[in-house]
């Protein structure tokens, strides 16, 4: 969570040297990152939930196998996606401008290098791992500081190469102290098992992701990069929200795996999750309050070009403050409930589109706030969806644990 806040911190200092059409063409390039996450299969999120679940099952040299697997094939993707990214940029890189080509040349490497650094980060899984990561992060808070002169000294051209710093150094990092060092090594079973289960999980991830993109994409056929550029610290603001039940997942996800493969209790894991979540919200309810009466000062000493937007992030500090409920939905990856995953799923994508469009309607003269506004409404509409499918989940899980209870005994 410190990281988290400092990012934002950091991202907001960012702002006074990058101009809004060169932080739009960022914004812009971004995407290409997240809807590329096709590639992925949801591999590295299947090991996530089998990996810990097997431990709980006693099935260690199993549950390595599975990691082992999963490295070598985020490699293959990581190459992959590098290669991809390089064709799509000789193809049209001869039309685009300075700023617009130092972007692509910089995705070419944060790409690849954040789809491993994504792995890394799933294999630390234990109390003494957690440990470790920690300190990762920490050090990941001193880089994210220190590396602020770049874009001081050197705008645009010094914002991309913190951008590779930090990536870089994290993931060498995570690549040094990581837990599991096996060779990376292809085994068929454990890749049919893990694309079998990995398919709803990446489906998921790749819609939700896709949603979350859904502001940005109305911005940007509104009003090209600039006006993109200009949301960049709503988005900052989003993320921060979606980012911290994030963290806290990576926690939470591998101790509910471990207790459902250890117990199978599925009534445990919805509670525990939705608990979760009031919990993720009440940590976050102070730093709201803070943020919303200190942004003012902020944007006016640290990124004056933004300061008409400030009524815009207020709505966003309050719609992250509702992304911490998304923290429940890990319920659904830990009890394999794909049912309930996909209704809440399908909600979730008509919200994440109708709102914003609504909001640009009722707003047009200021369409920032108005798809702020928006996405709040359609985050709102969302949290009682999302709770009634945790909680479908929870009671679908129960029945077929009852069930196999019922077969497994001797006749």
């Not at 702002?15 to 299969?41: C, F, K, N």
């Not at 591999?43 to 709980?56: D, H, Q, S």
């Not at 900052?236 to 997942?249: D, N, Y």
């Amino acid at each position: 969570m410190a990281q988290q806040l400092v990012q934002m911190v950091c991202g907001f200092l960012v702002l006074r040297w990058v101009a809004p059409p060169e932080m739009g063409v960022w914004q812009a390039v971004i995407l290409i990152d997240t809807y590329s996450q096709i590639i992925r299969l949801g591999i590295v999120n299947a090991m996530a939930r089998e990996y810990p679940f097997l431990l709980g099952k006693g099935k260690k040299d199993e549950a390595v196998q599975y990691i082992q697997t999963t490295e070598a094939y985020t490699i293959i993707a990581a190459l992959s996606e590098l290669v991809i990214i390089i064709v799509v940029m000789a193809m049209f890189g001869r039309d685009l401008n300075f700023d617009w080509r130092l972007g692509f040349l910089t995705l070419i490497l944060y790409a690849p290098l954040n789809l491993y650094r994504g792995f890394l980060e799933s294999t630390f899984r234990g109390g003494r791992e957690f440990g470790i990561l920690a300190r990762i992060h920490l050090w990941g808070i001193v880089l994210n500081c220190v590396t602020l002169l770049l874009p001081v000294y050197y705008g645009f051209t010094g914002f991309c190469i913190r951008v590779l710093v930090i990536t870089g150094i994290t993931t060498l990092l995570l690549w040094l102290w990581r837990p599991v060092r096996e060779k990376p090594k292809l085994i068929s079973k454990c890749l049919k098992y893990l694309i079998f289960a990995g398919i709803p999980l990446f489906i998921s991830n790749y819609l939700t992701a896709f949603a979350a993109g859904f502001s940005r994409i109305i911005l940007l056929h509104e009003g090209g990069a600039p006006l993109a550029g200009l949301f960049s610290p709503v988005v900052s603001i989003i993320a921060l929200g979606s980012m911290v039940p994030a963290t806290l997942s990576v926690y939470l996800l591998p101790k509910l795996n471990f207790n459902f493969g250890a117990s199978g209790a599925a009534k445990v894991i919805t509670k525990a999750a939705i608990k979760a979540g009031f919990f993720c919200c009440l940590v976050m309810l102070p730093f709201i309050a803070i943020g919303w009466w200190l942004l003012p000062l902020v944007m006016e000493k640290m990124a004056p070009l933004y300061i008409d937007i400030i009524p815009a992030m207020r709505i966003a500090l309050i719609l992250s403050l509702v992304n911490c409920f998304r923290l429940t939905t890990v319920t659904f990856s830990v009890l394999q409930a794909w049912k309930p995953m996909f209704i809440n799923l399908l909600f979730l994508i008509v919200t994440s589109y109708t709102g914003p469009h609504l909001g640009l309607k009722l707003w047009p003269t200021n369409p920032i706030f108005g798809v702020t506004v928006g996405a709040l409404f359609a985050g709102l509409i969302q949290i009682p969806i999302s709770l009634a499918c945790v909680n479908l989940a929870g009671k679908q899980a129960h029945a077929r644990t009852e069930k196999d209870i019922v077969l497994l005994q001797p006749q």
